[in-house]
């Protein structure tokens, strides 16, 4: 059964990038649409962009130019970092799979804040 | 961007009973709509996608209906596990939205 976990610090400074790491287990990363969405504690939810196992991504426009994901078939691993971070990118951080996202990860929070 | 609108903000409700809970989209979305549930301290679990098909393990009690612009779904006896804060999520244009939520709180 497949299985999702993301790792990576969870403080990060303001202006610094944040990384993160999803690892995927009990089955291949091919094949299969990877996302990143986020949720600020005790607010909704947003979709950060997704990458297919080829590589190919899409990113949202609200963070497009801080955003970049990428992805390791050889490790199964896909990433996300964030770069030039503000309190505001303080959230629990999801990857996932598939759209509509039918598989999660339990999410990992990241604090901005020197 | 589509805007999706959950309502209402809070349903409180009593185990047995029928809950329903709309979503709106500012534009039509065909039936790219999922619902989720999300509980303290848990990722979302998706229940529904495409609007009306049930997601794999999700209870019979859990249904989607609607095409367009407006969505409703419908626990129809609710049990104690399903008060939690529902999502609606539609995957028609990029960027994908999500509603902000409807907290079905007990009775």
């Known amino acids: 059964q497949m299985q999702l976990q993301e790792s990576g610090p969870g403080l990060v400074k303001p202006s610094e990038t944040l990384s993160l790491t999803c690892t995927v287990s009990g089955g291949s990363i091919s094949g299969y649409y990877w996302s990143w969405i986020r949720q600020p504690p005790g607010k909704g939810l947003e979709w950060i962009g997704y990458i297919y196992y080829s590589g190919s991504a899409n990113y949202n426009p609200s963070l497009k130019s801080r955003v970049t994901i990428s992805v390791d078939t050889s490790k199964n691993h896909f990433y996300l970092k964030l770069s030039s971070v503000t309190a505001a990118d303080t959230a629990f951080y999801y990857c996932?799979?598939?759209?509509?996202?039918?598989?999660w990860g339990q999410g990992t929070l990241v604090t901005v804040s020197s | 961007e589509i805007v999706l609108t959950q309502s209402p903000a809070t349903l409180s409700l009593s185990p047995g009973e029928r809950a329903t809970l709309s979503c709106r989209a500012s534009?039509?979305?065909?039936?790219?709509l999922a619902w989720y549930q999300q509980k303290p301290g848990q990722a979302p679990r998706l229940l529904i996608y495409?609007?009306?098909d049930r997601f794999t393990g999700i209870p019979a009690r859990f249904s989607g209906s609607g095409s367009g612009t407006d969505f409703t779904l419908t626990i129809s006896s609710l049990e104690p596990e399903d008060f939690a804060v529902y999502y609606c999520?539609?995957?028609?244009?990029?960027?994908?939205?999500f509603g902000q939520g409807t907290k079905l709180e007990i009775k």
């Open positions: 996932a799979r598939d759209a509509p996202p039918g598989l």
């Open positions: 495409d609007a009306s």
């Open positions: 534009q039509s979305i065909s039936s790219y």
């Open positions: 999520h539609e995957r028609s244009n990029w960027p994908y939205t």
